[in-house]
């Protein structure tokens, strides 16, 4: 029976993008014993909080992965040379290295995922000629070029050839991602609906991570106005840090738009209600994609190409003016700004079924 590290510290779009490949993982080899490094903060995308059935088993509660390790790399860097880091560190690596991993899989390519990779002493590590920094390469036992435009298709072509040993010449293929159905944030998301008044809504995203990738607060308060002609309220879903942003939007909605403060386990049980999500190139547009749940993505300095929404049911908006770049300018990018609202609004109402919702 093999035994598969997935090494995928985060954020969440990033580890969104690796579950399809878990999850083909999960159906080509059930018995396998498959674990994931993880940022402890994203955890919920791989396992609901609370009780499980099994520490080491899978179910609805943690669908896909056995062992969950998770890390808490930005507090022990704060902390690091205070002996209780250490102490948890020591603690994290010593039950990953437990487990005795046949192969492990780094689909971050950073140094820090790379160095945790190692020290969790699977037998072979594999990852890509050309990862994120480049000295990762030089742990790595099995180097992978990349296969496919999209991220999705890289981390499946990744483990497709990393495992061959054990998939004995069969390719990994696309599968829905599988993600947790925590009963306890599914009652809060029925509450949470019944409590605001609202039968059918939209999610909208109007944080992206880092400024150029964020479209005008104001032009999502039109797409509101909008659903609403259809009988659709909007979710306005923001970080606490995020309020002032998600306040523009609610003011500009004409009373159309609420927002939203939950756990990722709550966005997740609404995400699986919404009719649609709209969003910039951040993670819970690709919750909503992973979920099969309409999305309309609004790109600008990022590329749909290999970062886009993936599905069948999606739509990425791009100007042709736009260009690729990982500047994290404070800016909204020129070409981002030139995307309507009324070519939101269509694109949300083609996917909606021509406007009738």
């Not at 990982?326 to 995307?339: D, M, P, Q, T, V």
Request: charged share 20%; aromatic share 6%; proline share 5%.
């Amino acid at each position: 029976m093999a035994k598969i590290l997935i090494v995928r510290l985060g954020a969440m779009g990033d580890i969104l993008h690796a579950l399809p490949a878990a999850t083909a993982i999960r159906v080509a080899l059930p018995n396998a014993t498959i674990g994931w490094l993880v940022e402890e903060r994203w955890s919920e995308l791989l396992t609901a909080q609370g009780r499980k059935a099994s520490p080491y088993g899978v179910s609805p509660q943690k669908p896909v992965i056995n062992n969950i390790h998770t890390l808490d790399t930005r507090r022990w860097r704060q902390h690091f040379f205070r002996p209780s880091a250490t102490t948890e560190i020591l603690g994290a690596l010593k039950r990953v290295k437990k487990i005795d991993y046949d192969f492990a899989l780094d689909f971050q390519g950073a140094i820090k995922s790379g160095i945790f990779a190692k020290l969790g002493g699977a037998k072979i590590l594999a990852g890509y000629v050309d990862p994120r920094e480049s000295a990762t390469r030089y742990f790595y036992r099995k180097i992978v070029r990349r296969q496919g435009e999209h991220v999705i298709e890289q981390n499946l072509s990744l483990a497709s050839e990393a495992l061959q040993p054990v998939l004995g010449g069969r390719e990994l293929k696309w599968l829905a991602p599988q993600l947790p159905v925590d009963p306890t944030a599914e009652a809060w998301a029925d509450s949470e609906i019944t409590r605001l008044g609202i039968a059918s809504y939209a999610i909208v995203n109007p944080g992206a991570g880092w400024g150029a990738k964020q479209w005008p607060a104001q032009r999502f308060g039109e797409v509101a106005k909008a659903l609403a002609v259809h009988n659709i309220k909007t979710l306005v879903n923001a970080s606490a840090e995020e309020s002032e942003l998600a306040q523009a939007v609610v003011s500009a909605s004409g009373g159309n738009a609420f927002e939203l403060r939950c756990t990722i386990g709550q966005l997740i049980a609404l995400t699986r209600r919404a009719r649609i999500l709209i969003g910039g190139d951040t993670g819970p547009l690709h919750l909503a994609a992973a979920l099969e749940i309409p999305v309309v993505g609004l790109y600008g300095p990022t590329d749909p190409r290999r970062t886009g929404p993936f599905g069948a049911r999606v739509i990425a908006l791009r100007h042709p003016e736009s260009e690729t770049t990982f500047s994290h300018h404070r800016e909204a990018e020129a070409g981002l700004l030139k995307i309507s609202a009324e070519e939101v609004i269509a694109a949300a109402r083609h996917l909606l079924g021509g406007g009738h919702a």
